[in-house]
T-cell receptor, first 116, second 112 residues
Framework: DAGVIQSPRHEVTEMGQEVTLRCKPI?????LFWYRQTMMRGLELLIY????????DSGMPEDRFSAKMPNASFSTLKIQPSEPRDSAVYFC??????????????FGAGSRLTVL | AQSVTQPDIHITVSEGASLELRCNYS??????LFWYVQSPGQGLQLLLK??????LVQGIKGFEAEFKRSQSSFNLRKPSVHWSDAAEYFC??????????FGDGTTLTVKP
């Protein structure tokens, strides 16, 4: 398996622009998580999905952030409009629902976002 | 609410020396505990996990961790550190709410 695949790996944009980050989870994994990592705040959970349904979005900072999971193999995190304080590395992670592998997260390599 | 504390922000050890990274958690029930490692520019990779049973768990790359319920701790150890172990290490606790909470991480520097 290719693992969790995120794109783009790097994104530089200007304040006010729309940003879309993409994630392909591991096939067969039924939970998907979006995390944000910054020096100041560490690793923060933004939102997670079970079977494509959003379960907990309490970590989404504000209405400028939205996430979707239209099917089991694809998710997006959108920021509109973007602001400099959104600069961070955004990680996607997926998790199997099987007992043997339960609760173990597999992370993608991350998308580094810089908003100028 | 659950929380994870990693008291050491940065640790430096000499290559070949032993290592212990500290982790304390707060959770009302039996926790599922994890250690992840993050190399520069990479995502987090699972080192080891504790679900139940033997309180000393073995992981990849020669790492082990010991769960001590009385101290609410899950410290990570390695008897002899290699230069390639330089990275950031995260302790995490999983709860039955479906989420994992991560500590702030400990950055390990290895001196030649």
């Amino acid at each position: 398996d290719a693992g969790v695949i995120q794109s783009p790996r790097h994104e530089v944009t200007e304040m006010g622009q729309e940003v879309t980050l993409r994630c392909k989870p591991i096939s067969g994994h039924n939970s998907l998580f979006w995390y944000r990592q910054t020096m100041m705040r560490g690793l923060e959970l933004l939102i997670y999905f079970n079977n494509n349904v959003p379960i907990d979005d309490s970590g989404m900072p504000e209405d400028r952030f939205s996430a979707k999971m239209p099917n089991a193999s694809f998710s997006t995190l959108k920021i509109q409009p973007s602001e400099p304080r959104d600069s961070a590395v955004y990680f996607c992670a997926s998790r199997t629902g099987s007992v043997s592998g339960a609760n173990v997260l597999t992370f993608g390599a991350g998308s580094r976002l810089t908003v100028l | 609410a659950q929380s994870v504390t990693q008291p050491d922000i940065h640790i430096t050890v000499s290559e070949g020396a032993s290592l212990e990274l500290r982790c304390n958690y707060s959770y009302g029930a039996t926790p599922y505990l994890f250690w992840y490692v993050q190399s520069p520019g990479q995502g987090l990779q699972l080192l080891l996990k504790y679900f139940s049973g033997d309180t000393l768990v073995q992981g990849i790359k020669g790492f082990e961790a010991e769960f001590k319920r009385s101290q609410s701790s899950f410290n990570l150890r390695k008897p002899s550190v290699h230069w390639s172990d330089a990275a950031e290490y995260f302790c995490a606790v999983y709860t039955n709410a479906g989420k994992s909470t991560f500590g702030d991480g400990t950055t390990l520097t290895v001196k030649p």
